[in-house]
Each structure stands twice: as structure tokens, then as C-alpha cells.
């Protein structure tokens, strides 16, 4: 049978996919060369819980599917400080960020006719 691991097992350092934090408030995290994917319903905490500390820690390049734009307004400074800079594809224009950061595609523009 699988034994767990208390939190303290497995503190977080730089690079590694930071989980949150243990009882007495040191980070938590794994080391992974594997992707990860957040995935639950409106409203739930995904971007305050794991999606924005991970950017705010993660100094590699991500993709991040933001719908409203929260991520990227709430990491854009810290990102660019990083070294990591930040676009938004944000066809509407409904996201809290600068207009210099938007980037758009043309999915037509390699086609032949």
C-alpha cells in the first residue's frame, strides 16, 4: 500500500510546480519535467489558487488558456521581471492589459487560394 508523504517532504524551490503551502505556512512543490493542466468549474479558484502563484514562481515560458485576462493582468510586472515577457491574444479586448501587449493571428494568412 502507497504511503503518503507529509508536506515537509517535498519543499518548493525555484522551477518546481508550487502546490501551496503546508501547516505551517512553508511552500510546497514537486519537481516535474511533465506539463500541468488546471481544469475545474467558473468560479473556483483556479487562478488565485494555483494558476497565478505558478506564474508568479514559474521562470520558464507558459501557455496559459485565460479566458478573462486575469492571469496575465495579475503577472505581467512580475513576469517581465523574470525575464519571461508576456502576450495576450485578446481578440475582443476585454482584458485589464496594455494594448502593447496584445498580439493577434490571422489563421488565413498561410493558406493559398
Known amino acids: ?14 522551477g518546481a510546480l508550487f502546490l501551496g503551502h503546508d501547516a505551517r505556512g ?9 506539463h ?3 481544469i475545474a468549474g467558473s468560479q473556483s479558484g483556479k487562478g488565485v489558487g494555483v494558476i497565478i502563484p505558478n506564474l508568479l514562481r514559474w521562470p ?3 501557455l ?3 479566458p478573462k485576462g486575469e492571469a ?10 523574470m525575464g519571461c515577457p508576456s502576450f495576450v491574444f485578446d481578440p475582443f479586448q476585454t482584458s485589464n492589459v496594455p494594448a502593447h501587449l ?4 490571422n489563421p488565413m494568412h498561410g493558406l493559398d487560394p
Open 60 to 62: 520558464h515560458n507558459a
Open 72 to 81: 496575465a493582468a495579475e503577472t505581467l510586472e512580475a513576469r517581465e521581471a
Open 26 to 34: 512553508g511552500a510546497v512543490g514537486i519537481s516535474t519535467e511533465r
Open 1 to 14: 500500500m502507497y504511503q503518503f508523504q507529509p508536506a515537509s517532504a517535498y519543499p518548493w524551490k525555484r
Open 102 to 105: 496584445r498580439v493577434t493571428i
Open 36 to 38: 500541468a493542466i488546471t
Open 64 to 66: 496559459v488558456i485565460d
